[in-house]
T-cell receptor, first 113, second 114 residues
Framework: GENVEQHPSTLSVQEGDSAVIKCTYS??????FPWYKQELGKGPQLIID?????GEKKDQRIAVTLNKTAKHFSLHITETQPEDSAVYFC????????????FGTGTSLTVIP | GAGVSQSPSNKVTEKGKDVELRCDPI?????LYWYRQRLGQGLEFLIY????????KSGLPSDRFSAERTGESVSTLTIQRTQQEDSAVYLC????????????FGSGTQLSVL
C-alpha cells in the first residue's frame, strides 16, 4: 500500500518568512495530493490540492509543487501570518478509487509574531 | 446541513463500556469516511461508505469496532468494550461522490477512556 512521509514534524518561523513542508509517497500510481490545515479543536480543512498532471499550483500565499519522478510534493506558504499557525497534513490518493487517502503524520507550524 | 456534524464533541467513558459516535454528513454527499487521530499523530483510516455499496472496513483495528450508515445520511461508529488505547479523536469526513476527492471533515469526537 501507499506510504506517505512528512517533514518536518514541527516548524517555527518568524512572521513574514516563508514555510516549506515536504512529503514523499511510495506508490507511483497515486495521482491526487491534497493538503489539509487543522486548527486546534477543529477538523482538517482542505487548503490546496494538486493532481499528477500538474507540476505546481498557487493560491494567493499558498503553493504546492509536485515532482512525480522523485515522488515528492511540497507545500509553500509565503509571507506567513500568525493565523497560519496550525497542523498541516499532506495526503496521497488514487483518484476515482473513492476510498483510501493516505495521510502524512502532520507538521505543527508556529508563526512567531 | 452547512457542514459535517459530529456528536458528541467529547466523550469520557470507563474502560469496558461501549460507546457510540455519530456523524451527519453534508447533505447529498454519498461518500463517508471515519478516521482516528491519536494525540500528535496523523489520520488513521477506519472505514469508508459509498452509497449502497458494501463498506470498506479494512481499517477497523479490531472486531470491537463497527460502523453503520443509514442510506446516504447518518453514520454511527460503535466501539465495544473500550480500552484505554481507544482514546483518540474520531473524525468523520464526507465527499460528494466517488471520484470527487475533496473531503470535508467534521470537528471530531474526542474520546477519553479512563
Amino acid at each position: 500500500g501507499e506510504n506517505v512521509e512528512q517533514h518536518p514534524s514541527t516548524l517555527s518561523v518568524q512572521e513574514g518568512d516563508s514555510a516549506v513542508i515536504k512529503c514523499t509517497y511510495s506508490d507511483s500510481a497515486s495521482n491526487y495530493f491534497p493538503w489539509y490545515k487543522q486548527e486546534l479543536g477543529k477538523g482538517p480543512q482542505l487548503i490546496i490540492d494538486i493532481r499528477s498532471n500538474v507540476g505546481e499550483k498557487k493560491d494567493q500565499r499558498i503553493a504546492v509543487t509536485l515532482n512525480k519522478t522523485a515522488k515528492h510534493f511540497s507545500l509553500h506558504i509565503t509571507e506567513t501570518q500568525p493565523e497560519d499557525s496550525a497542523v498541516y497534513f499532506c495526503a496521497a490518493s488514487l483518484s476515482n478509487t473513492g476510498n483510501q487517502f493516505y495521510f502524512g503524520t502532520g507538521t505543527s507550524l508556529t508563526v512567531i509574531p | 446541513g452547512a457542514g459535517v456534524s459530529q456528536s458528541p464533541s467529547n466523550k469520557v467513558t470507563e474502560k469496558g463500556k461501549d460507546v457510540e459516535l455519530r456523524c451527519d454528513p453534508i447533505s447529498g454527499h454519498t461518500a463517508l469516511y471515519w478516521y482516528r487521530q491519536r494525540l500528535g499523530q496523523g489520520l488513521e483510516f477506519l472505514i469508508y461508505f459509498q452509497g449502497n455499496s458494501a463498506p470498506d472496513k479494512s481499517g477497523l483495528p479490531s472486531d470491537r469496532f463497527s460502523a453503520e450508515r443509514t442510506g446516504e445520511s447518518v453514520s454511527t461508529l460503535t466501539i465495544q468494550r473500550t480500552q484505554q488505547e481507544d482514546s483518540a479523536v474520531y473524525l468523520c469526513a464526507s465527499s460528494f461522490q466517488r471520484g470527487d476527492e475533496k473531503l470535508f471533515f467534521g470537528s471530531g469526537t474526542q474520546l477519553s477512556v479512563l
